[in-house]
């Protein structure tokens, strides 16, 4: 199943959430902290929701929320990658009805030369038919 097959389906877009964590190999970031902007799309058959105008057959954007918050403000991860599979695996395994989940990862404030808006991973993961990794 590629990514264009998610062409004209249904998603959930959550855009911009800030936190603060304590991810990083460096030990100043493990000890201080920095900000991380998350993005992250869920896919599922919304027309049902469309259609009632009931929370109930749908997920709540918070309930994902709350899953990047007690990821990103919770115990310290080596890699970004790791931050954004633990997030990923997290929405699937909540949340049968969901598909499919990308998870954008952004560090803002990276000590690199140059001009950034931020360095970041991205991952896409789907739900296998019977559990996921």
Known sequence: ???????????????????????GVKLEEKKLGQKFVIDVDAWMDLS??????DISDTVSYTAIYRIVKEVVEGPSQNLLESVAHLIANTTLLQFPQ????RV??????????????YLGV????????????
Request: hydrophobic fraction near 35%; glycine fraction near 10%; avoid cysteine.
């Open 1 to 23: 199943m590629g990514e264009r097959d998610f062409v004209d389906k249904d998603k959930l877009i959550l855009r911009g959430l800030q936190f603060h964590g304590f991810h």
């Open 48 to 53: 049902n929701a469309g259609k009632s105008d």
């Open 98 to 101: 969901i598909s499919a989940v």
């Open 104 to 117: 954008k990862v952004g560090k803002p404030h990276v000590a690199v030369r140059g001009t950034i808006d």
């Open 122 to 133: 991205e991952i896409l993961r789907y739900k296998k038919a019977s559990s996921v990794d």
